[in-house]
């Protein structure tokens, strides 16, 4: 699994986004959703604020138009998103300034072979420099990206990291990214799709032929792209234990594209498993400030001096728990980090 606009009330009363119903209208940033050109991962604005612009009807034609919903699941997901940082922070988008979000959806609908086309049918991505959501076409192997929302959720917390604490992207740096990334994407799939089995990262994404045929071939049932509980268990295998981290992905690693800049979406499992072993325990409004905190500030390198590693997680997680919870809550975090290997 990389411009402010100003503001605009928006009452949650879209029928088709019945899902919302439960959340009270307030301001909050304009969302502009565009459809990709069959060879570009660019494309016409044809969703504002919930509304479809109609340009869309020349841009998909009447025939497409109704198949494809592409766009309006982009937008609920992306208003999800955005209100779980609010309701749960006080964070007005992914910047805290109320910034726009701009999203592409259908990317790669057409790559030939295109090679940047082809890697983003089949993901979803946080787009730094354009400051964009881009989600792919999907493919034989993974679909629904702009549907499933602990996916979007996850894009949209590497928007807040880069507006914050700005965490390098390789190493265990990187890893303590994806991290985060998948811990708040997983919680605002709990507090808004509680229907949708914990602690699974993307289990919608993966096609059924995937899960079908891998589950196959590794003779082991596939439900979900990772497994935050259970990390051997996920469609990608990840260490439970910072003792199982491959060799290559140690001090020594140069970070490459064919080395997924160093395991980051690999090491990621280790931190994961212990949130969710702490989480499972104690709740998420008990440590949620904790780990926004965590991830926003405690975590800079202009903090800590250096880069954050896994020891430097595990130390202001502990920390952060000293100073806001109780000494019974704080066994319960550090044997988590225990169990993981992370003290």
Known sequence: ?????????????????????????????????????????????????????????????KPYLKRSSAHKKAYEALVLSADFFEQQFGLKSFDGKNSGIKATVGVGRIALMFPTLKKLKQNAVWATQEERFIFGAGGEFMAGFEDELDVVAHEYTHAVIQHSSQIPLWG??????????????EMAEQLYRPTQKKWLIGEDILTPATKKNYSEMESRPIHALRDMLNPGDGFDRQPSHY????????????????????????????????????????????????????????LKSSYLGHEPKFADYSRELLQLCSENLEAQDCDVVLAALKDVGLR
């Open 1 to 61: 699994m990389r411009a402010s606009l100003g503001f605009k009330t928006i009452l949650i009363c879209v029928t088709f986004f019945s899902s919302l119903f439960s959340l009270s209208a307030f301001a909050r940033p304009q969302i502009e959703i565009s459809y990709a050109r069959p060879l570009s991962s660019h494309g016409p604005v044809v969703l504002r604020d919930g509304h479809e612009l109609a340009i869309i009807k020349l841009v998909l034609g």
């Open 172 to 185: 265990e740096s990187g890893a303590l990214v994806e991290h985060f990334a998948d811990l708040f994407g």
């Open 243 to 298: 003792s199982q981290v491959p060799f290559e992905f140690l001090d020594d690693c140069v970070p490459a594209i064919d080395n997924d800049a160093c395991g980051v979406h690999v090491m990621n499992g280790i931190p994961n498993r212990a949130a969710a072993l702490i989480i499972s325990q104690l709740g998420w409004e008990k440590v949620k400030w904790i780990y926004f905190n965590l991830m926003t500030e405690r």
